[in-house]
């Protein structure tokens, strides 16, 4: 299988642009570019694919070059619905370095960032030697445009798709990058860059747009109730990813392998069948997040978010630090508690039952565990013999609902 047509069998080329793009996949050779603006200081799920895609293009003999768009990052990319918020430079500076030093790490990428070439184009000068290029009625022809036409867009918005076909164009002719790779939502960015190229020097430059990664009712991977899941594991840890890789959707499971890991056509096909065949095991599920976890974090973190994972689903919560049930417990209802205190008040206390009568039901059912221990007794005392560390209070109301408590 040819590297174009591996891609492909992945479903990481939407859009094409130049007509003999496949040989020049498959040659080797070509210096590319993606590029992303520097709104957060980190990189999330969202961008990984684009990002593996640059490194399976490198693995096949082509160079990678990363654009981060300190110049674009003060202007911002239109949005299909309204106008991106301006941020503070000193925040677009410091999320520059933050990126540059991520994407380093993880992918040893070459990074360049386009404020240093357009810092001192002037406004005469941008006007003349680039937007004379532009066609108006072409310009409004592009997706991302037109949609806004109706709620409208500002002058700077509109420019932004110049601004970004310069920066190809200036890669073109200072580093010799001839193609672009980028979200499908870039498609009209691309296309401009390679019309700009054409037009400045006469020459051919290549493009390919990959489709939107969601899972099966088209919410974006890697996005949950507007958060994101961060490759920083100071802001997302790797036991996060993991768990949210676990509970990828047994339709959306085999997708992502052939977008997210590195694993072979022949290695993916025999999961897929073991997961047809038997998927309660979750098998695909758990390769994905192990994979993607180990290339993001190593396998030592991959291997910790495994047991922790494990200790979760078989209940024995001791076995973790307080550190890991923080991570695995982040987002329940956490309390703070003191010590000496009787199990049915407590539970009243931190809001686990709602009234001292169903407290009582809770615990005469069975229903009521910490730290593993299941509590009977309504004259049960609460204190730091059963906490773990002397500190931290795992309670489990029925069989899901969880609570991290404090015990003071």
Known sequence: ?????????????????????????????????????????????????????????????????????????????????????????????SNFESLKAQVTNLFGFEVVNNYDWCKDINFIDFLRDYGKYFNINYMLDKDIIRRRLETGITYTEFSYMIMQALDFLHLYENKNCIMQCAGSDQWGNITAGIDLIRKKTGSEAYGFTMPLVTDKSGKKFGKSEGNAYWLDKEKTSAYEIYQYLLNSEDEMVIDYLKIFTFLSPEEIMDIEKEHLERPELRIAQKTLAKEVVTFLHGEEEAMKAIEMSEALFSGHVKNLTKEQLHDVFKGVPSFETESGVNIVDMLVDVGIASSKREAR????????????????????????????DDEVLVVRRGKKKYFIGKIK
């Open 1 to 93: 299988m040819t590297l174009y047509d591996e891609l492909k069998w992945r479903g990481l080329i939407k859009d094409e642009a130049g007509e003999d793009l496949e040989e020049k996949i498959n040659n080797g050779g070509m210096t590319f570019y993606i590029g992303t603006d520097p709104t957060a200081d980190s990189l999330h799920l969202g961008h990984l694919s684009s990002f593996l895609i640059s490194k399976r293009l490198e693995k096949g003999g082509h160079h990678p070059i990363l654009l981060i768009g300190g110049a674009t990052g003060r202007i911002g990319d239109p949005r299909p619905t309204t106008e991106r918020e301006m941020k503070a430079i000193e925040e677009i500076e």
């Open 361 to 388: 039901e809770f615990v005469s059912a069975g229903s009521i565990t910490i730290n593993e221990e299941k509590i009977t007794s309504l004259d049960y005392v609460v204190t730091k013999t059963i906490a773990i």
